[in-house]
């Protein structure tokens, strides 16, 4: 144990293993009612999980308390979940139902939707929910969301100011209940040509969404939002491949043009746009950290699948590093910035 009045942060982290220093980075999945599986990447250091499912056990809060208590050095994972609202909500028969976001924009007032996600955010923190990846600030009044469209009603709005006013609100009672609010998914996914879970999708050039889609997210950076999530979609203009994995998305447009000082991750990195590409998560996890990510989110059709995923983006990452594709001061920055969001220092590990 180190003592905290004494220590230097950066060298706390440095003291880790690089296999430790990796994991922080990885947001392992795990179907909510078998939390357990998630315990081979939690005791390996991993930085956060990602709750997926529809139906939450009543036991879901002991189940989490766990978790933490197997963690690496005491240094628990932040636990996320995708809680919307309408068609994206995972521990609803726990929290309670909330309404899809066009409705919420269509029917409540800014001050309505902030009380809302307030009361949502203080229900996912009883249970040890501290991130919820929310609100949609995607630009779109179209169909879906389903295999063709990923936005639909989840966009609060095709009004980029009506998006942005509504997005922070919900935002807003997030952080007022202690959730960490995710905006999602940059540059903006609602004039994209498709879904990219399923596959490849193009938006519109930089040059229209800068006076479009890119406005919410303006306002959110401008607001002070904490955690940014990047979208696999290429955008013309900016990038030839997935912006998760493109370093002018990620550091010349999110953090040097627009000034984001938050933390940034990618949309899932096992989306069909990433498969289409050519690369693993392993490998699209490395891409994605040299880009400027500090998060990596996957998923996985098994929980076997899950922990021989997690473990093999810990040794990807871990090897980048040894062949110097990738700087260790790079890498423990990172760290730093994920201990941050979760409060922690590296001082009491």
Partial sequence: MTSSAHCDATAAIDSWSLARRAAQLLVAPVEEDDVAAALPLVRAGAGAIILFGSAAP???????????????????????TDEEGGAVQRIANVVGDVPSAR??????????VTALARQLGTRMRSLGIRMDLAPVLDVNDGPGPNASYPD?????????????????????????????????????LGHASGNTDVGPATTPPLSFLEGDDLIPFRDAIAAGIPVVMVSNATVPGLTSGPASLSEAAVTGLLRDRLGFRGLVMTDSLSAGAIAATGLGVPTAAVVAVLAGVQMLLYTAPSATAATTTGFATI???????????????VLDADVAAVLRLKGVSPCAT
């Fill in 58 to 80: 009543a036991n879901l809060a002991a189940q989490l308390d766990a978790l933490d208590a197997a963690a690496q050095g005491g240094v628990a994972p932040i636990v996320m």
């Fill in 103 to 112: 409705t919420m924009a269509a029917t409540m007032t800014p001050a309505a």
């Fill in 315 to 329: 040794q990807a990452l871990v090897a980048a590093v040894q062949d110097r594709r990738l700087n260790v001061s």
């Fill in 152 to 188: 639909g009603t989840r966009s609060f709005s095709a009004d980029p100011a009506v998006a942005a006013t509504y997005g922070l609100a919900f935002a807003t009672g997030l952080e007022e209940a202690g959730v960490v609010p995710v905006v999602k998914h940059f540059p903006g």
